[in-house]
């Protein structure tokens, strides 16, 4: 049964139902209405009968009672009717063989709890019926408290009540008249339900049934479809919906034949597999690559095809089965004409638990492993080259350094010696041969001091650095009591994974820079460090010094690089920061200097905090 018929044998069904409750609950409230109504007209003749029925109730007199019954029944048309007394004692009945008996009736009991009115429908000798139990009041002298919350008129209680029965005739026919009536209404109601259903049926039907059209031609490949939105509610937004996914679908489709192209384009070696390794398909690239012809899919099984470069090497499958992805991993490739060739693999898992698939990437590293081997090779002869130039230059730093020596050596003999006798210009020229010597010497240690930072590897390890600053301030305490200077180093200073022996020359030589340069008389300096970001740690080395034009800031740290004469400031070759600076960059940081001329300089530089982790 298609969905059109089911919509509408259930709308048939539903208006069935209700159809039915609606004439099932009308007739019953028609039904009571109607036994109201006589109901009410009864007790509407007890009340004008009242006294009579009363006085009859009073005196329990027989032919009393009766005469009030029979005027009760010309008013009402009662089939019989009976005065009962509250314990259900009939007084007077007319059907007179009942007179003296107890009433049986389902009323009684209920009768006895409200004392209203009730009515139900019998059957009076095949004659349809309304019986009734109407209550007769008593009026009862008040009591004190009848007269104070009720005044003088005192109350009113049931002393008996009476039983009657009445006929339905012409209430049946006018009962038949509504119902038909409301059967008729509702039976129109029903039919114009089950139009409007159908007309709204047939409009969702057609919305779904181009929906259903939609689908149809997107499963056979047509994805530029667009269905129109007939309407304006959920399957109207379904509609929508469904033309922003066929839209995608056909870009999807676009994309992947464009991304198919660049994977068949690709230089690079692309396989992909299951997880148990068969070959789903493969590149172009692969094919010519590897020799193998990949296909039918799952002919070949890639694990039968990789093995580690060295023995005991973990298989590529089992690491991406622990990880879900590997990248760079050195394996041999078995070719089909037998070569094995290095390949570096990298991979990862896509979809779901039970349909994963592998996609590989492989990259033929045999230039890589030749360029490895010449860099080896290349690396030790470097070695070797550095080795002899270390050895070349303390021989010739020695070879030239003796020379100077000697020269440093006799001009001093003479000045001291023939100094007096020597012309006042001689003597002059000697001196200045003899600080020139002297500057020659340690412009040759600074150099050799250099060089010799760049080779020389000292283990790296935690190592305090307030601890290495206090060092390097107490290897120059002669410099610090002469110039009557003050070192200061901030606790917050970190441990840091160095090289303690070259972090300990960088704060020596910034101390002895700081306080060379200064004309201050008192000279300050003040070491502190603080975090810089996550990985990084900022020190600072802050003087009250001459300070330093910006346009020098990046000249300073210049091999030999000098911004006074050599006679001021005590002299000095200008390696100093030079040095500090290939410490600094040695361990991955960064130097810099922000000044003040006249006030002093700040010499900032960042170290990460630990080489191990470093970013």
């Not at 009340?47 to 029925?53: A, E, H, M, V």
């Not at 001196?431 to 010597?437: F, G």
């Not at 460090?529 to 990046?554: L, R, T």
Request: hydrophobic share 45%; glycine share 8%; aromatic share 8%.
């Amino acid at each position: 049964m298609k969905l059109y018929s089911k919509i509408f044998a259930f709308i048939i069904t539903l208006i069935g139902i209700s159809m039915w409750v609606n004439i099932h609950f009308s007739r019953k409230t028609v039904t009571e209405a109607m036994s109201a109504q006589i109901t009410d007209n009864a007790a509407s003749a007890v009340r004008d009968l009242g006294p009579t029925l009363q006085l009859a109730i009073e005196s329990r007199k027989e032919l009393e009672a009766i005469k009030a019954l029979h005027a009760f029944e010309q008013k009402t048309g009662a089939l019989y009717a009976a005065i009962v007394a509250l314990d259900g004692t009939i007084i007077a009945h007319t059907n007179v063989a009942l007179t003296g008996t107890r009433l049986e009736s389902p009323l009684l009991k209920k009768f006895g709890q409200t004392g209203a009115k009730l009515f139900r429908r019998d059957t009076h000798k095949g004659e349809e019926t309304v019986e009734v139990l109407l209550p007769l009041n008593n009026r009862t002298r008040p009591s004190n408290e009848d007269i104070l919350f009720e005044g003088l008129g005192g109350g009113e209680a049931p002393s008996g009540f009476i039983q009657a029965g009445l006929p339905l005739t012409q209430a049946k026919k006018a009962e038949k008249d509504i119902i038909f009536k409301l059967f008729i209404l509702a039976i129109l109601i029903s039919a114009s339900a089950l139009a409007l259903s159908a007309i709204f049926v047939r409009l969702i039907m057609g919305q779904l049934n181009h929906i259903r059209d939609g689908i149809r031609k997107v499963r056979d490949g047509n994805y530029s479809v667009a269905v129109p939105v007939v309407t304006g509610d959920e399957l109207g937004d379904i509609a929508v919906s469904f033309n922003k996914l066929a839209s995608g679908l056909a870009d999807t489709t676009v994309s992947k034949q464009y991304l198919d192209s660049i994977l068949e384009g690709m230089p690079d070696p692309l396989i992909i597999t299951d997880e148990e390794g068969n070959v789903l398909k493969a590149n172009m690239a692969a094919t010519e690559f590897s020799g193998y012809d990949f296909m039918p899919p799952g002919s070949l099984n890639l694990k039968t095809l990789l093995e580690p470069q060295t023995d005991g090497g973990v298989a590529p499958f089992s690491l991406l089965s622990w990880t879900g992805h590997t990248k760079e991993m050195d394996l041999l490739l078995l070719a089909e004409d037998g070569r094995r060739i290095p390949v570096m693999l990298s991979a990862a898992f896509t979809g779901g638990p039970g349909r994963r698939e592998a996609v590989i990437v492989l990259k033929d590293t045999t230039q890589h492993k030749q360029s490895e081997a010449r860099v080896s090779q290349y690396l030790k002869e470097v070695e070797t080259v550095n080795s002899e130039l270390d050895a070349f230059a303390h021989t010739v730093s020695h070879d030239l350094k003796e020379p100077l020596r000697g020269i440093e050596m006799f001009s001093n003999i003479l000045l001291s010696d023939f100094g007096k006798q020597m012309d006042p210009q001689a003597a002059d020229y000697l001196a200045r041969i003899v600080k020139a010597a002297g500057r020659m010497r340690r412009l040759i240690d600074d150099l050799l001091g250099y060089a010799r930072l760049a080779r020389v590897r000292n283990p790296y390890e935690d190592a305090s650095t307030a601890q290495l600053a206090a060092e390097a301030a107490a290897a120059l305490a002669p410099l610090i009591e002469e110039n009557k200077a003050q070192v200061s180093v901030a606790e917050s200073l970190p441990v840091l994974f160095c090289d303690p022996v070259k972090i300990r020359q960088a704060f020596h030589n910034l101390i002895t820079n700081a306080i060379k340069y200064n004309k201050s008389g008192a000279p300050r300096v003040e070491i502190a460090a603080e975090k810089f970001g996550e990985y990084y740690w900022k020190f600072s080395v802050k003087d009250n010094g001459i300070g330093i034009p910006s346009q020098y800031y990046e000249d300073i740290f210049k091999m030999f690089k000098r911004l006074h004469s050599r006679v001021e400031f005590g002299g000095g070759t200008g390696a100093g920061l030079t040095i500090v600076k290939k410490i600094v960059e040695e361990h991955a940081g960064k130097i810099w200097v922000e000044s003040v001329e006249g006030k002093g300089s700040v010499f900032y530089f960042i170290i990460p905090a630990d080489l191990r982790n470093k970013p």
